[in-house]
């Protein structure tokens, strides 16, 4: 089965500093990979996803992640953050074969003070 | 757009009783899904369903039950409520049989167990 593990529960940053959310997942076969954001009061919706190709991908709002399948790990960037990026962001796994449903993190809380 | 609505934003139960979490979809997607979310936890998956009248369990089914009698719709059953099923409960869908399509999500249906 796998597992997602996402390091950084609460994060506070300042307007304008840079942004990288930890994500590592475990599971020894082929995996899809996403990245979903819950503003405040609003639903899930999705930031980026990864099936294959280039390892690194662009997604809504400037954000950007990058699979390094190596180390088993789908971190979330972007070089400057807005105070309309508060919000949790959610790191996502499923394997291409077997089970359809996503395995999720725990969640990282992003704070971003004006 | 995919639009997956949740039947109550909202919901206050005591224990013991029976609860029903409606979810309706209206993009003919055949994949649908209850998580919970609890903080500090991420989203955990409770059942899916890949078909009308199918349905798996997912990783924390024990408490609930789910219908799903017409394609669009998907019930999340309490058989009686107890206190811990206090959460946020959500629904998604998924787009064909295959892997590589993204999950969306409803609104969500906070459930207070008094």
């Known amino acids: 089965a796998q597992s997602v593990s996402q390091h950084n529960h609460h994060v506070i940053l300042s307007e304008a500093a840079s942004l990288e959310l930890g994500c590592n997942y475990s599971?020894?076969?082929?995996?899809?990979l996403f990245w979903y954001v819950q503003y405040p009061g609003q639903h899930l919706q999705l930031l980026l996803k990864?099936?294959?190709?280039?390892?690194l991908v662009k997604g809504i709002k400037g954000f950007e992640a990058e699979f390094i399948k190596s180390k088993f790990s789908f971190n979330l960037r972007k070089p400057s953050v807005q105070w309309s990026d508060t919000a949790e962001y959610f790191c996502?796994?499923?394997?291409?074969?077997?089970?359809?449903?996503?395995?999720f993190g725990s969640g990282t809380r992003l704070q971003v003070q004006p | 757009d995919v639009k997956v609505t949740q039947s109550s934003r909202y919901l206050v139960k005591r224990t013991g009783e029976k609860v029903f979490l409606e979810c309706v979809q209206d993009?003919?997607?055949?994949?649908m899904f209850w998580y919970r979310q609890d903080p500090g936890l991420g989203l955990r998956l409770i059942y899916f369903?890949?078909?009308?009248?199918?349905?798996e369990k997912g990783d924390i089914p024990e408490g609930y039950s789910v219908s799903r009698e017409k394609k669009e719709r998907f019930s999340l059953i309490l058989e009686s409520a107890s206190t811990n099923q206090t959460s946020m409960y959500l629904c998604?869908?998924?787009?064909?049989?295959?892997?590589?399509?993204?999950?969306?999500f409803g609104p969500g249906t906070r459930l207070t167990v008094t």
């Open positions: 998604a869908t998924k787009g064909s049989t295959g892997s590589t399509y993204e999950q969306y």
């Open positions: 996502a796994v499923n394997a291409r074969t077997g089970r359809r449903a996503l395995t």
């Open positions: 990864y099936f294959s190709g280039d390892p």
């Open positions: 369903s890949y078909d009308v009248k199918m349905k």
């Open positions: 993009m003919d997607h055949e994949n």
């Open positions: 599971y020894g076969g082929t995996v899809n």
